[in-house]
Every structure is written in C-alpha cells, then in structure tokens.
C-alpha cells in the first residue's frame, strides 16, 4: 500500500497528503508497480469513447487527460531533454540547462510537435475498423514499463537530484522481474483481446526502443536523469500509436 501511495504521489495529481517512508522496500515496490498506474489512466481514457465527439476531439482529450492526470510531469521532462539535446553543447552545459526552469525556443516546438502529433495519430487509429479500446488501456502502461526498466537499466547520470536518490533507494533486479512480468502480462493480455500480430510486434518495439534509448541517454548524457525518463515515457508513447497505426492501416 505504502509503494502504490508513493506511485500515485510522485507520479499523478492524486493528493495524497501523508509523509511516507521513503525505504527501499516502498521504492522498489513503487516503481514496480507503476505501469499499473498507467492502467488507471488509460481506464479513465477508456470513458471518453461513451461522448459522441467527433474522433479528433476524443484524440485531444485521451492526450489531455494523459497530461492532467500526470500533473504535466512527463511532459516537463520532455521539453527540458528537448532543449537540452537540440543545444548541441557540451555534456555539462547540457545539465545546467536541464535544471533551468525556464522553456527555450527547442522545448516549445519539440512539445507542439509532440503533442500536434500525438493527437493527430491517435484520432487516425480511433477511425481504423479494428481500433479495439484496450489499445487505449495499455499504452499508457507499456510506456511506464519502459520507464522503469531503462531507470533500472541504465545509471544516473547526476549525482544529486530525486532520481538519482531514487535510484540508490531501490533494488533494480527485483525492479527488473517485477517489470519484466508486468511487460509479459500486458503482451498477452493485447494478444488475447486483439490479435497476437500486434502484440508482437509491441513486444519488439519496446524492447528495440528501450535499448536505442538507452544507449542514446549514456552516449549524450552518460546516463540517465529524471528528466530524460519523462521524455523515454512521452516518446514511447508516440512510437507505439505510430505503430499501432501502420499496423491498423
């Protein structure tokens, strides 16, 4: 219970309004149990389709209530990798400008085109005849399951900041078969409910995805941050309506 609190604390708008003990038991529970936060967030989408909008509207909402419902935190994460990437500086300056909370001019469009984007794919595979709604439950939660393992996977790249204190907190192996599970029942779960084609090829993308992202993150950052994490999260999203929608095509 302490770990799914802490979840919904971190990583949603959920107030939970209690001091939790920040023990490596909890953190690792946390983060193994995090895709299933991205369930609920793709139930709540599920409901959307009940409205008699027309497909892009319920696009732009499915999208929207991703952002809300996360308190923008993936998305921050985004735009800053954004901004800091498109420099073309230096490994530290990179960093700094990663801490600047203040938006350049690479965040902003980055996170247009990102959420321009993600709607207009998203409202393409709502009109496909073979959209079935789980495809809207567990994208949400394969890209949480990519957060984790490459949080899991790959070293900070700070040593200081909450990411790199959470890091020191949990025990990855056990992060890892935990998500690794959770990866294995989500693949049969879309294979049962659609079709093992889709499935598969999901499986495939994320594993491609985590290890190109992950080799992307050391060789320009030398690791990880928090921030790059929230970007992992956005852009896989991205990557799997984009193949969802080829392959519904």
Same mark, same amino acid.
């Given at each position: ?21 920040? *023990? ?20 709540? @989408?599920?409901?959307? =389709? ?8 319920? @696009?732009?909402?499915?999208?929207? =209530?991703?952002?809300?419902? %996360? ?12 901004? @800091? ?10 960093? *700094? ?29 709502? $009109?496909? &005849? ?21 949080? %899991? ?74 921030? $790059?994490?929230?970007?992992?999260? &956005?852009?896989? &999203? ?5 193949? =969802? ?5």
């Amino acid at each position: 219970m302490t770990s799914l609190l802490l979840a919904l604390q971190f990583f949603t708008i959920v107030p939970v309004h209690k001091n939790l003990p920040m *023990e490596r038991r909890s953190i690792t529970g946390m983060y193994s149990i995090f895709p299933w936060v991205g369930t609920v967030i793709g139930a709540f @989408a599920c409901l959307l =389709l009940y409205f008699e909008w027309s497909h892009l509207m319920t @696009a732009f909402s499915i999208v929207l =209530l991703g952002i809300i419902f %996360s308190g923008g935190l993936h998305m921050d994460g985004f735009i800053d990798t954004s901004d @800091a990437f498109f420099s073309y500086k230096d490994r530290l300056k990179r960093f *700094e400008i990663l801490d600047d909370p203040r938006v350049g001019a690479f965040g902003v469009m980055a996170v247009v085109l990102l959420v321009v984007g993600k709607v207009i794919i998203v409202s393409e595979v709502l $009109l496909a &005849e073979s959209f079935h709604w789980v495809f809207i439950l567990l994208i949400p939660f394969f890209s949480r399951t990519t957060l984790a393992m490459l949080f %899991s996977l790959t070293n900070s790249a700070k040593a200081s900041g909450l990411a790199c204190y959470f890091k020191q907190k949990m025990n990855a192996s056990d992060v890892i078969v935990a998500n690794v599970l959770n990866f294995v029942i989500g693949v049969i779960i879309l294979g049962w409910l659609t079709n093992w084609t889709v499935s598969l090829t999901f499986a495939i993308i994320l594993v491609l995805f985590v290890c190109l992202f992950r080799n992307w993150s050391l060789k320009n950052f030398g690791g990880v941050t928090g921030d $790059l994490l929230g970007a992992s999260l &956005e852009v896989s &999203e991205v990557v799997l309506w984009l193949t =969802l929608l080829l392959l519904l095509s």
